[in-house]
């Protein structure tokens, strides 16, 4: 047996080597260029410790990767092919159809990634989203404004990582906005959708599928707004909850009603995107087959003991499951600890000092992403970090009071001019 990997990431994070090394074929993988170097790594000389390692120099040529993935498919005659990122689901998944193998296909996926498809799905199994519209022409769009009122969220059909998210918040807003997304004499878009904005807190539960049954879950709640990666100078803080919270298990229970409708693969990861809203509602928002970005891969490991990864191309290749000591292979894992992320935007400018590194023995991870010196442009996604780490602790409000003292150093230490 031989993995495909799809790689639109650093490569340290994700060491398939030791992953997967009962593959008796091995470990193909490709990789951008721009992830590795991009997270301070050496790109790799030759193989870098796998079977074959390809680096494309742009991921983003569709053409070339999918001409460079069916090559090494035909050459290595790879049994499985995995794809962590969201851009990558649905090449993975045609790999697959072409070439007869297991996993998630073409119509397993779009119920994931293309966001109308997702909201009927969630609608007629009863599951509560906002209101939402495909306006194909700017009269439409001003229509749903008109009957939802403001805020209104405008995002891609197809959308990731928060990429092209916007929350008008105002009728001028809006109509610069829809100036620039419908222009004169174009013909209807079929790519915009347009949202009714749904207030209070974001949560998200994120987990593994193994054989069609929920073995690793469990919520977490952004105390930030995810929209504002661009504008916020902050520390983000996002963090786990208590098993005690009356939340963790409605929102636990939504996500697999989600997950039910819409139909997964028999191993995956997922991340799923919940609105707690003032008035106690539980309105689902988005639910992706991959999974999470951020750090929450490794949040999950800490409150587990398992890298949810890990897991799923384990579950998905067939080899033996990673699980802790005394826990049968196959059951629902318990959370042994909590756990978060605190994270650190880039922002445009030169930076002048970086964060101390952090050696408290609960830091599970840090990280930076630029060095005194550098000039930065500003984020370009809800992920594009200047610095991240991830701390554990037994209970939910000390991992809290720990993320929040180590979020304040973060800001006094990073200077950007």
Excluded at 47 to 65: T, W
Excluded at 354 to 363: D, G, L
Excluded at 379 to 400: G, I, K, M, N, Q
Aim: net charge negative; charged share 25%; glycine share 8%.
């Amino acid at each position: 047996m031989t993995a495909l990997v799809l790689h639109r990431f650093p490569l340290g994070p994700f060491p398939y080597d030791r992953w997967l090394a009962g593959l008796d074929g091995g470990v193909v993988v490709i990789a951008a260029r721009d992830r590795i170097e991009g997270a301070r790594e050496q790109v790799p000389d030759g193989d870098g410790g796998y079977r074959r390692l390809v680096v494309l120099d742009d991921f983003e040529d569709e053409a070339l990767l999918d001409h460079v993935a069916l090559e090494l498919a035909e050459e290595y005659g790879v049994t499985h092919v995995i794809a962590p990122h969201e851009a990558d689901l649905l090449r993975a998944a045609r790999l697959r159809e072409k070439f007869g193998l297991p996993g998630q296909l073409p119509g397993e996926v779009l119920p994931f990634r293309d966001k109308l498809l997702m909201k009927r799905r969630l609608e007629a199994a009863g599951i509560e989203v906002a209101p939402y519209s495909l306006p194909g022409t700017v009269d439409a769009a001003r229509d749903f404004a008109d009957e939802h009122g403001l805020p209104l969220v405008l995002k891609a059909r197809d959308g990731f990582g928060s990429i092209g998210l916007r929350i008008v918040t105002t009728a001028d807003e809006l109509e610069q906005h829809l100036a620039e997304a419908f222009p004169p004499g174009t013909a209807p878009r079929e790519d915009l959708l347009a949202e009714a904005y749904v207030p209070g807190r974001m949560c998200h539960v994120d987990g593994v599928v193994v054989g069609g049954r929920t073995v690793m879950a469990w919520p977490s709640q952004y105390q930030y707004d995810l929209s504002s990666f661009r504008a916020d100078p902050g520390a983000r803080v996002d963090l786990t909850l208590a098993p005690s919270d009356p939340l963790t298990p409605r929102l636990l229970e939504v996500a697999q009603e989600a997950l039910d409708a819409l139909g997964g693969p028999a191993d995956y990861c997922f991340h799923a995107e919940v609105f707690h809203t003032p008035d106690d509602r539980l309105v689902v928002c988005e639910v992706a087959s991959r999974p999470a970005g951020a750090r929450i891969r490794e949040v999950l490991h800490a409150v587990f003991g398992v890298h949810p990864v890990e897991l799923a191309v384990r579950a998905h290749t067939g080899l033996r499951l990673p699980v802790p000591a005394g826990t049968a292979e196959g059951a629902r894992l318990e959370p042994v600890r909590m756990a978060g992320q605190v994270l650190m935007m880039k922002r445009p400018g030169t930076v002048r000092a970086i964060p101390v590194t952090p050696e408290e023995p609960w830091v599970e991870f840090y990280g930076v992403f630029a060095e005194p010196g550098e000039v930065i442009e500003e984020a370009a996604l809800s992920s594009d970090f200047l610095a991240a780490a991830v701390l554990s602790a037994p209970t939910r409000e000390e991992c809290e009071r720990r993320l929040r003292e180590l979020g304040a150093r973060f800001e006094t230490e990073i200077v950007i001019d």
